[in-house]
Structures are given as structure tokens and as C-alpha cells.
């Protein structure tokens, strides 16, 4: 069973960043967030892939950036410029099957998330 955990969560003003890392247990290639905000469906925010392509959810594109360091199985997220509206629990996920040398299907396993307010 793999243990991812999260972290760097807080509260900060609009316009400001915050940086999130999730700690991996082991050596997983497919990895992303994702966030929820109080009674909204969950949603993807940016996932990475195993060759390193990222892909991003249109309201986060050139404001967050997601990056991982294999050595350390973390994967971190860069939020800047942030906005009232990325207010919710963030999540890592980790875990997906390898179809093609891509990651596909669902995440295995997730963390138990980490708050983001942001105030206006």
C-alpha cells in the first residue's frame, strides 16, 4: 500500500501563491492533484505523466505549475496568482495503470487533502 500525504496548504490573500507537496511512499510515475470545493464535485487540477508531459485544467493554465523530483517520489504544485475561486481541499492522487508507456484509468491511491483559502 502506497502512503501519499500531502502538505503546504494555508490561507493567503488573492494574488498571492502558495506551494503544495505530496510525499510518495514509493517510486510512482503517475501522479496529479485534485481539488474540491464545498459542494462542488471533485475536479482535476494538473496531473503529470510518465514521460514528464503535464496537462492542466483551463482556470489554472499559467497560474500553477505541477513538477515532480523522482528522488524524493514528491510532487509539488505552484500556485500563483491565486484567485478566490481556488479555494477548496486539494488532493494528491497517485497509482494509475500503464497503457502504451502513458497513465491511464484511475488513481489508486490518494492523500487525505490539504485546505487552500484563498480571500479576496
Known amino acids: 500500500q502506497v502512503q501519499v500525504v500531502e502538505s503546504g496548504g494555508g490561507s493567503v490573500q488573492a494574488g498571492g501563491s502558495l506551494r503544495l507537496s505530496c510525499a510518495a511512499s514509493?517510486?510512482?510515475?503517475?501522479m496529479g492533484w485534485f481539488r474540491q470545493a464545498p459542494g462542488e464535485e471533485r475536479e482535476g487540477v494538473a496531473e503529470?505523466?510518465?514521460?514528464?508531459?503535464?496537462s492542466y485544467t483551463d482556470s489554472v493554465k499559467g497560474r500553477f505549475t505541477i513538477s515532480k523530483d523522482g528522488t524524493r517520489n514528491t510532487l509539488y504544485l505552484q500556485m500563483n496568482s491565486l484567485k478566490p475561486e481556488d479555494t477548496a481541499m486539494y488532493y494528491c492522487?497517485?497509482?494509475?495503470?500503464?497503457?502504451?508507456?502513458?497513465?491511464?484509468?484511475?488513481?489508486?491511491?490518494w492523500g487525505q487533502g490539504t485546505q487552500v483559502t484563498v480571500a479576496s
Open positions: 503529470i505523466d510518465r514521460d514528464g508531459s503535464t
Open positions: 492522487a497517485a497509482g494509475r495503470t500503464i497503457v502504451g508507456g502513458r497513465c491511464r484509468g484511475r488513481y489508486y491511491y
Open positions: 514509493g517510486s510512482i510515475s503517475c
